[in-house]
């Protein structure tokens, strides 16, 4: 799940490494073109399957309504938007509305390809495109939602500011990401398997160690809970919360644009 931004003059973090930011938008997208066929089996993988949890959990705190137009930036191969789609339609048939809309946006095009090969539901429609250069109108969709991707972006105030800037009066904001496990057993057991065996699962399966190996070291780049809480307000956020996940291995941050 990528998206990146196409700045100048500025450097973001590739890893461990800082660079310039548009030479970021360069390499990020060279390793999801080369990870897009393998990535659903290596995200089961690498979280012996626990990341469907999250997602689950992430999407019922989105609560997708019918009616609704919902944009899933990031959104990769779909593992969010079909969720999306089927709670959406679930409450249709409960209460009745409108078909909800859901878009996947994705800044790789390797990972769209794989996402529709994969299938989608009714309601999910396809596009590449910038998370920080939003190919929508402002105040324009319900809820915003971007999971295990914003830390691939080259600037992530302006990918903040972007979602700030489409979303409706009384939009949702929904962020599900790798975060700081809040305790130092989880801390020390994630990172042995983070650093030791992620990297070695990817070159077996997918033949690409490097590729890992930058994810990896993008997650502890990540900033922690409260810091990320704190960009997302100053974004225009409002009532931002924090939900932590398997002991603050990932978590999800929400807010409103009121």
Known sequence: MTEQATSSGKTSSFGFRDVDATEKVRMVRGVFDSV????????????????????????????????????????????????????????????????????????????IMAGVDKGGEPEMSWTVGDAMALPLADASVDAYSISFGIRNVADIPQALAEARRVLKPGGRFLCLEFSRPTTAPVRKVYDAWSFKAIPRIGGWVADDRDSYQYLVESIRRFPDQKTFKTMIEAAGFSRVTVTNLSGGIAAIHHGWAI
């Open 36 to 111: 897009a066929s393998s990535y659903d089996l290596m995200n089961d993988l690498m979280s012996v399957g626990v990341h469907r949890l999250w997602k689950d959990a992430a999407a019922a705190k989105l609560n997708p309504r019918p009616g609704e137009i919902i944009l899933d930036v990031a959104g990769g191969t779909g593992d969010m938007a079909r969720r999306y789609a089927k709670m959406a339609r679930a409450a249709q048939q409960r209460r009745g509305g409108e078909d909800a809309s859901i878009i996947v946006l994705d800044y790789n095009a390797e990972m």
